[in-house]
């Protein structure tokens, strides 16, 4: 599966955005998609994860302020970011967690998308 992200972009402390993720095939079997992102000179982090059934889990940094959904029809992932603020700032990417036959886990990426929040 391919994805694609985007909607990133610069935004003030306390601003929203909506980060979208378009996967070239149907997302509705997919085991697990989840966004995650990499700030400068720190290690790529678990945002959130949303499940086949749509079960939703969160970091603890964003948990209130982040919702992560996804629309079937539309082979799309969703992340609504509100309240940002600086240490949101980061290269926000996408990915697919698909569990093949075997039991094994093929993880997915998107290129990235860049969110800078301004204070």
């Known amino acids: 599966v391919q994805l694609q992200a985007s909607g990133g972009g610069l935004v003030q402390a306390g601003g929203s955005l909506r980060l979208s993720c378009a996967a070239s095939?149907?997302?509705?079997?997919?085991?697990?998609m989840a966004w995650y992102r990499q700030a400068p000179g720190k290690q790529r982090e678990l945002v959130a994860t949303?499940?086949?059934?749509?079960?939703?889990n969160y970091a603890a940094s964003v948990k209130g302020r982040f919702t992560i959904s996804k629309n079937n029809a539309k082979n799309t992932m969703y992340l609504q970011m509100n309240s940002l603020n600086p240490e949101d700032t980061a290269v926000y990417y996408c990915?697919?967690?698909?569990?093949?036959?075997?039991?094994?886990?093929?993880?997915?990426w998107g290129q990235g998308t860049l969110v800078t929040v301004s204070s």
């Open positions: 990915n697919a967690k698909i569990v093949t036959i075997i039991e094994r886990t093929n993880d997915y």
């Open positions: 949303i499940r086949s059934s749509r079960i939703t």
């Open positions: 095939r149907s997302i509705s079997s997919i085991n697990v």
